[in-house]
């Protein structure tokens, strides 16, 4: 039988090819770097492939190691998923759980969504990541997190995708302004053109662009963009424009300023919805349904649709 790379082979790889420095993917091993050095080789040996190269100032992948380090990060999430199958056997939600969450839902979903945690499975380690959906995602896919809560629509073609509610968006002006003096006005190309936005890679852009459709601004008020919900809501307040805003936000009180108005759109009524995502390959279904029960129970403790 023709030897078999080991999974510690195929982790140097992967840090080697996330680093392109072998003093950085040692440390990221917590290995020296003789010994990474010394399990690359073993693994060319016995792939009978060149991976990298390499010279005195510069580390490359060759074609040939980028694809091997793309299958190895599958394999090493694959083997995480199992171990954590193993230990979780016999009893759910409890040990780590490594939990990604975007920062357009994170600080208006989980301050009422952790304390139900903590009461209902006190053996559950709750490790949280805020961050973009598509670095979110990544982690997922490289089996560094369990579980990432996210806002669709999104490309998750390869992933297992749990929904579970609809967030609709809400439009936020200052009071006066003509954009909100209807009850539920309408996304009129004279809205639309005064839409504010949040920066590129914030999926909440995305999804206010879609619900402008034709619409749409090219780049936002005058190439202004915001690096959070709570600086986009600060430029509506300061007379720059208006801004759709997630009703889960507006319920938080982000919109709270006396001088400002919140409005629920005519129908069809734009909206994301919040998700739970998960690899194809994990072995936490369990933990993946009680998690979604949670978040579904906070919504309905709040009087929330789902």
């Known amino acids: 039988m023709k030897p078999l790379p080991s999974l510690k082979q195929l982790h140097y790889l992967a840090a080697l090819a996330d680093h392109l420095n072998f003093t950085r993917a040692a440390e990221a091993c917590f290995v020296t770097q003789s010994t990474l050095s010394a399990g690359l080789k073993e693994l060319e040996d016995v792939l009978g492939a060149r991976l990298v190269e390499r010279d005195r100032q510069t580390v490359l992948m060759t074609p040939l190691g980028q694809e091997v380090a793309r299958r190895a990060r599958e394999i090493l999430a694959a083997a995480h998923d199992l171990a954590e199958f193993a230990a979780g056997a016999a009893q759910p939600m409890t040990g780590l759980l490594r939990l990604g969450v975007i920062p357009t839902i994170a600080p208006f979903l989980l301050p009422a969504c952790l304390p139900l945690l903590r009461e209902r499975y006190p053996g559950l380690r709750l490790a949280l990541r805020e961050d973009l959906t598509a670095r979110l995602l990544a982690l997922l896919e490289d089996g560094q997190l369990d579980f990432a809560l996210i806002a669709l629509p999104y490309d998750t073609a390869s992933l297992r995708v749990e929904p579970l509610f609809d967030d609709p968006l809400q439009l936020v002006g200052r009071k006066g302004d003509p954009a909100v003096k209807a009850k539920h006005p309408a996304l009129t190309p004279d809205v639309t053109g005064r839409l504010l936005l949040l920066e590129e890679g914030h999926c909440l852009r995305d999804h206010a662009l879609h619900a402008c459709g034709a619409g749409a601004p090219q780049a936002g008020q005058e190439g202004m963009a915001a ?68 978040f579904r129970a906070v919504r309905r403790a709040a009087g929330r649709p789902l």
């Open 227 to 294: 690096t959070s919900l709570l600086t986009l809501v600060q430029m509506v307040e300061s007379g720059l424009g208006v801004a759709l805003v997630p009703a889960m936000a507006t319920a938080s009180g982000l919109a709270g300023s006396a001088s400002l108005a919140v409005r629920t759109l005519a129908g069809p009524a734009p909206k994301r919805t919040i998700a739970l995502a998960a690899r194809r390959s994990t072995t936490r279904e369990a933990d993946l349904r009680a998690l979604a029960e949670a």
